[in-house]
């Protein structure tokens, strides 16, 4: 930047407007964004209706025509995929974006996890068991579900991009607004077990719920490319 072109005036003005904004995300991202991680999804633990995309960042029902009787219901929770990667210790952070998805189901389950069958993970029923914890969207409602207890969760603004975090150490799973950092639901997890993220996409209800769930991830800002000026693209 040439500094010459610059107005002083402006350029304090800038700087002061960064400083409030750090103080502003330093409000919230302590606890979450330095944890942050995106998980890649196991294609082998997916349900053979799911499709999975060719980096394992998404995944969505596979294209099939389907009655409008057959809507999707909670006990469509077998539809799942599981990460490849859990949780056993300390603090971990995660998005997954929803956007504007009619239906669906995000969450984390303990099991079962057996290795010998590719399907066994992804059919453990999320959130009506007590092995798995999730939120559940469905027309503009949301209910936070675990084991046979379901509660309907009071959302003043759309969720369109959905942050967890799991805090192994004090035994709390909490969901978030993840655009506005507010707290959808917290749940008391006491266990022993790896947690997996785990997302159902639910099924496709005539063309009405196709977009996929999405593992929000940040590419490295040192992968970007510099041309031969040495101006980063």
């Known amino acids: 930047m040439d500094k010459d072109l610059c107005d002083l005036e402006k350029l304090r003005t800038a700087e002061r407007l960064v400083d409030d904004l750090s103080g502003a995300l330093s409000q919230h991202f302590p606890r979450t964004w330095s944890y942050l991680s995106s998980p890649a999804l196991d294609s082998k633990s997916a349900h053979p209706n799911l499709q999975i995309s060719p980096d394992r960042k998404q ?21 799942s995929v599981l990460a490849e990667d859990s949780f056993i210790a300390g603090s971990s952070y995660w998005e997954v974006i929803v956007q504007e998805k009619p239906y669906w189901l995000v969450g984390v389950t303990t099991g079962p996890v057996g290795k010998g069958d590719p399907l066994s993970k992804s ?27 379901e509660k309907q969760l009071l959302v003043e ?77």
């Open 123 to 149: 059919c453990s029923s999320l959130g009506v068991n007590n092995t798995s914890w999730c939120i559940y969207h469905g027309d503009g409602q949301y209910l936070a579900c675990h084991g046979t207890q």
């Open 59 to 79: 995944v969505y029902w596979r294209t099939q025509p389907v009655s409008e009787t057959l809507r999707p219901q909670l006990k469509d929770f077998q539809y």
């Open 157 to 233: 603004k759309k969720v369109r991009k959905l942050g967890i975090m799991a805090n192994l150490q004090k035994g709390e799973l909490a969901f978030y607004n993840a655009d506005a950092m507010t707290l959808l639901h917290s749940f008391c997890v006491q266990c022993t077990m790896p947690l997996y993220p785990m997302l159902n996409p639910c099924i496709d209800v005539n063309g009405r719920n196709t977009q996929p769930l999405t593992m929000f991830w940040i590419k490295d800002p040192w992968d970007w490319h510099v041309n031969t000026e040495g101006v980063k693209k």
